[in-house]
């Protein structure tokens, strides 16, 4: 009688599958589907047993889908809940959940001496010879996703759940990058990213060109070459020793007033950001000639050639 009973059971528990939805996601699983066949069974139930007697081992998605109370591990009360849920005893105890997941890498950034994962990248541009080492960051997750990385559409390295690869620039060009993140579900995502290597002649900075406009008293610089961002400095002579009269004691907005090595009195605005700046002609004696030196500096602290920049009062 208890042999039949057992036949019996099994028999109800089978027809009781719990399928995912038609309407699911492409990335998905149920919580309690232990063999992945998109069902949850009393097949379920048997991987569950078969793995605490030690007759079979778990891959880390199905150990994660074998925790169905959550406990953060799997034991025969997972078992008994998916038995108990398909015999529609008790059901309100645990419902079978639906999980989606999406793949999802947020950047993939620069890991150097002054970054660390997850940082900003130093945003420093390499030169041929140069390796560097990038972490990819993805939205987390209990199961880590596999990622897959690609150079100029070539496999740069397979699947592997390794957050972090290195590259090794060897000639001057673009270098397009692509990361597919492949979620334990079924899911993927894709992430670009272009990293230019500049030829020997092209990595000092070159003022291009360096007007200024009379009318506006704005001093306007476009550079070239070497690393982005690009830093400026702007420094006004006169070619007579004398203070404008009245001297420097007005505020010079960026600018700031000393006596260089030649004893020359001399305006000053620092590197900055500023790729234009005001000339503070109202400290300026118009019966003197001015002229503003200007210099860029990359980000790598090449310095460009001085321009020199007639200031017509």
């Not at 009781?16 to 919580?31: F, K, M, W």
């Not at 009360?77 to 079978?96: M, N, P, V």
Request: charged share 20%; net charge negative; glycine share 6%.
């Amino acid at each position: 009688m208890k042999q039949i009973l057992s036949i019996f059971l099994a028999t109800v528990l089978l027809a009781l599958t719990l399928t995912v939805p038609a309407t699911a996601a492409d990335s998905y699983c149920v919580i309690g589907d232990v063999d992945e066949d998109g069902q949850v069974s009393i097949l379920d139930v048997t991987r569950i047993q078969r793995t605490l007697a030690g007759l079979v081992e778990l891959s880390v998605l199905q150990d994660y889908l074998a925790d169905v109370d959550g406990s953060g591990g799997v034991t025969i009360i997972d078992a008994t809940i998916i038995q108990r849920a398909l015999a529609d005893i008790s059901y309100d105890f645990y419902k079978f959940r639906l999980y989606t997941w999406r793949a999802s890498i947020t950047s993939v950034d620069e890991v150097s001496a002054y970054v660390t994962p997850g940082d900003p990248p130093g945003n420093v541009q390499p030169t041929p010879g140069t390796t560097k080492t990038f972490y990819i960051e993805e939205v987390s997750h209990e199961i880590s996703s596999e990622f897959e990385v690609y150079v100029n559409d070539s496999l740069l390295r397979g699947r592997s759940t390794d957050e972090a690869f290195s590259y090794t620039f060897t000639d001057p060009g673009n270098y397009a990058f692509k990361v597919i993140a492949y979620d334990p579900f079924g899911g993927n995502n894709v992430y670009r990213f272009d990293i230019d290597v500049p030829d020997s002649q092209n990595r000092t900075p070159k003022i291009v060109s360096a007007i200024y406009n009379k009318n506006t008293s704005i001093l306007s610089v476009i550079a070239a070459g070497g690393t982005v961002p690009y830093e400026y400095e702007y420094v006004i002579r006169n070619d007579v020793s004398p203070n404008p009269p009245g001297g420097y004691n007005t505020p010079t907005s960026y600018f700031d007033f000393y006596i260089d090595e030649n004893g020359i009195p001399t305006l000053k605005c620092e590197f900055s950001s500023r790729s234009a700046v005001y000339i503070p002609i109202d400290q300026l004696a118009k019966t003197l000639n001015y002229t503003c030196e200007v210099q860029v500096r990359d980000a790598n602290g090449n310095l460009s050639e001085i321009k020199m920049v007639p200031i017509d009062l």
